[in-house]
Structure formats: C-alpha cells, structure tokens
C-alpha cells in the first residue's frame, strides 16, 4: 500500500503525522461517502480533565450545557473572547472519571493554558494527554453498522431569533453518544464514529478494525462538502459562532452567563451576523494547486471574505468553504485569485 503522508506534501501543514492519502484520493473519497473508511486523526491534540467538579467546572467556562453531563455522554464546546469570538473549538467525550477533550493540531496548549488559569480551588486536574490518547474517525454511512448501538447524533434544530432563549429545550444542542469498546471509546458524531483510543494501542486497533483506510484528503473533502467549519480553517481572530455555524451544535442557549454571551444572545435576538459560511464552486484552479487558506474572496475588486479549506472533490470538482459578508448576494459573481467563484446556495 502507498502511503503519502501530509508532510511529504506540505512540510508547513499542522496536520503533519498522519497519512494524507493511500495512492487514490478519489476512490477514497467515494468510499467515505458511500461506505465507510477508517480516517487516521491522530494529529488532533487531547486535553484530559479529571477531578470531581470537572462537569460544572466546564459548564461555567465554555458555551455549551454541561452540568449534568454523565459517563458515556459527548458533547462540542466553544470558549469565546470576552467579545464572543471563537478561541478555543473543542469535542468532549465523557467517561464517567475524566472529560477529554480533543482539538485541532496546535490548539491543545491554548486551551490547556486557559483552563489552568481558571481552576483557582475548583477539584480538577487538568493536563495535556496528547501522547496517552489517538483519534481515529470511521467515516461514511456504514459508520454506524460498526457499532449499532450508538444512536445517531441528537443536534437539535436551534430555534430562531422570534423565540426567547428561555424557551429552548435542554436538549436543543449537540448531544453525543459514547460507548466503550476493546481499545478505547466510541463516540457518535455527524460524519461518523470517532474512536479515542489509547496511543500505543492505535495500531492494533486498526487492524483489528479491518477497515478500509481512507487519508485525510478524503476526509477535508467530505468534511468541506458537508459544510462542516474546522477551527483555524474556517474561523479567524473575528469570527463568532454563527458565522461559522458553530452556534447549532457547540452552544446552548439555555444556561447560565459564560465569557461572549452577551454577543451569542444579541445575534441569537437579532439575526443576521456580519459574515456567514458558504460553499464555493471554483472555476479554472488548477486541480494541483487550490486556493490557500486565507486567500481573498473578492466582489469587483474588493474583498469580501477568505477561503478556508479548498478542496478538489470527487463530484463536484474544485469546491472551498470561505466566509464572506451577509450582503454577498448568493448570485454575486466572485473571484479567489485568477479564478471566478460562485455560491452554492
């Protein structure tokens, strides 16, 4: 089996230390969609939170109800700015002594470093568990047949800004369920099942597995087809969480004051965010060398937004998630580069 890693591809990417692609980008990219793959995510950097006051501890930091979390039982979380951007992305996996908490490569010491300035006499330990715990995700719509007796991911449909945030249902948010297996935990989540598995353990965990593997080339491009933000990627220094729409399944608009509520429940009020996230159609980049994140989106000459993540996708060809204004009509004729852009509405 050929295996290029990330590295061998782009030495400066943050998701270096996991395969990018098995020799056929495509046909892996079909099977995440139709089947199921195993998607090494390894890369991802884990925080561990044991301690007796872990739930409500993290309940008062982050945006999302966590109270009365229990052992097998996930969840996603955000900490935002005192002004309500988004800092720190994270998935909770509880089970039953310690949270962990998984982010994107790079961000694990940020919100290590927040957490450790917070716990003043709270009963919790929080630590970085990186090199104790690997993520795998099993991608695709037979995800589930692997371990039938997780239940599909409970993301409640938000209500929209004629109700009262009081009137939200506890169960309006992002729900996960976890279950152990031999080897780790199992976590039910929108593109499939994510395995936390201890790191040494890996290995044998994927062969026992016996799936098909699939590199993270397919996973982005399925991932960006889903309309499905990553920190870092789809987020900068400004964003808040409905512009990325992170607000649907990381925030709870139903409990007590945390650090950026006041903005969650102006936009949640008011509607209608500065920006918001859109799926791009790219004309005429070359498949090779897609927009780099970052690069402008531009209507007549002057910017409107940034791509996120570029990919070239198996059916729909050279596709980006990019955040632009919320006046950018969806018919508006685009440009990223030498390239026109056009708006999957």
């Given at each position: 089996?050929t295996v ?5 591809l782009d030495?400066s990417?943050a998701?270096a230390?996991?395969p990018?692609?098995f020799?056929?980008?495509m046909k892996e990219?079909r ?6 793959g195993?998607?090494d ?15 409500s501890?993290?309940h008062?930091?982050?945006?999302q109800h966590?109270s009365?979390?229990?052992a097998?039982?996930?969840s996603?979380?955000?900490?935002l700015?005192?002004h309500g ?9 509880e089970d039953?002594?310690t ?5 994107e490569?790079?961000a694990?010491?940020?919100l290590?470093?927040y957490?450790e300035?917070?716990r ?18 099993l991608i695709?719509?037979?995800a ?13 449909a938000?209500?929209?800004?004629k109700?009262?945030?009081g ?5 309006a ?6 279950r152990p297996?031999e080897?780790?935990?199992a976590r039910r989540v929108p593109?499939?099942?994510d395995l936390?598995?201890p ?7 994927i062969?026992k597995l ?5 590199g ?10 889903a309309?499905?933000?990553?920190l870092g ?5 400004k964003?808040?969480?409905?512009e990325?729409?992170f607000?649907?399944?990381a925030?709870h608009?139903?409990?007590g004051?945390y650090r950026g509520q ?14 918001r ?5 790219l004309?005429g980049?070359?498949t ?19 791509v996120g993540t570029a990919?070239r996708h ?6 980006a ?8 009509a969806?018919d508006?004729?685009?440009?990223v580069g030498?390239s ?6």
């Amino acid at each position: 089996m050929t295996v290029i890693m990330v590295e061998d591809l782009d030495p400066s990417s943050a998701d270096a230390g996991v395969p990018a692609h098995f020799g056929d980008p495509m046909k892996e990219q079909r099977l995440l969609e139709t089947a199921v793959g195993l998607v090494d995510r390894s890369n991802r950097e884990v925080l561990a939170v044991p301690g007796d006051e872990r739930a409500s501890w993290l309940h008062t930091l982050t945006t999302q109800h966590l109270s009365a979390i229990s052992a097998n039982q996930g969840s996603e979380l955000l900490v935002l700015s005192p002004h309500g951007h988004v800092e720190h992305h994270a998935f909770v996996t509880e089970d039953g002594t310690t949270a962990w908490l998984d982010t994107e490569p790079g961000a694990g010491a940020g919100l290590l470093k927040y957490l450790e300035m917070m716990r003043f006499f709270t009963r919790v330990e929080p630590r970085d568990a990186t090199s104790e715990i690997a993520v795998l995700s099993l991608i695709g719509p037979a995800a589930a047949d692997l371990f039938p007796e997780l239940a599909a991911p409970r993301i409640g449909a938000v209500p929209g800004p004629k109700f009262a945030a009081g009137s939200v249902p506890p169960e309006a948010t992002a729900r996960y369920d976890v279950r152990p297996f031999e080897g780790g935990l199992a976590r039910r989540v929108p593109l499939g099942v994510d395995l936390l598995v201890p790191r040494h353990a890996k290995t044998s965990v994927i062969e026992k597995l016996g799936v098909p593997r699939a590199g993270l080339w397919a996973y982005e491009a399925i991932r960006v087809a889903a309309r499905t933000p990553r920190l870092g990627h789809e987020t900068d220094h400004k964003t808040i969480p409905a512009e990325a729409e992170f607000q649907a399944t990381a925030v709870h608009l139903d409990k007590g004051c945390y650090r950026g509520q006041e903005t969650i429940a102006r936009v949640h009020h008011l509607g209608r965010p500065p920006r918001r996230l859109v799926l791009l159609h790219l004309d005429g980049v070359a498949t090779d060398h897609p927009p780099a994140h970052g690069t402008p989106v531009e209507l007549d000459g002057r910017a409107v937004g940034f791509v996120g993540t570029a990919v070239r996708h198996h059916e729909l060809g050279m596709v980006a998630l990019a955040v632009v204004k919320r006046n950018v009509a969806d018919d508006a004729r685009l440009t990223v580069g030498e390239s026109a852009a056009a708006i999957d509405s």
